[in-house]
């Protein structure tokens, strides 16, 4: 079993209420079984959201109260993004889950990079920090293609 971002699933749950529907990530849903998350929605925020940036760090800062998330009108919603992260842990323990596939540049799934002051920058989003520090292995959403040739087995 794996955690993978809904959005990428065709699960209209992104702040603006879309999804970024992967097809090749689709394709290789008979090999495994996926299970959908957004850490956002089960950290309490609506869909459609405003859309919201982590500020001076990455998802670890957020994790150890070093960085906060806040949204585009300036409210701070980082309650709102640990509580997701922590349920998406919740989830992970239950199923035993040893993998996540998710969402790059967001500030809750990002892996390798998130946007700040609109730009993107290098870290981690509050979520994919948590994954990590549990020792659940996190993959880009942008690198899915690759990972699966490298790490065959581990799909079949």
Request: overall charge neutral.
């Amino acid at each position: 079993m794996i955690l993978v971002s809904a959005c990428l699933l065709g699960i209209e749950c992104r702040y603006d209420g879309r999804s970024v529907r992967n097809d090749y990530l689709l394709a290789l849903a008979h090999k495994a079984v996926f299970i959908p998350i957004c850490p956002e929605q089960l950290g309490g925020l609506p869909t459609p959201r405003l859309p919201a940036e982590i500020v001076n760090g990455d998802g670890f800062d957020v994790l150890t109260g070093h960085a906060v998330v806040v949204d585009s009108q300036g409210k701070n919603v980082t309650a709102e993004f640990v509580k997701g992260a922590d349920e998406v842990i919740k989830l992970a323990t239950i199923m035993n889950i040893d993998m996540a596939i998710m969402k790059e540049r967001s500030p809750s799934c990002g892996v390798t990079c998130v946007k700040r002051d609109h730009i993107l920058v290098q870290g981690m989003g509050v979520t994919s920090a948590r994954l990590t520090e549990q020792g659940i292995r996190v993959i880009t959403s942008d690198k899915i293609c690759e990972e699966y040739v490298r790490h065959y087995r581990h799909w079949k």
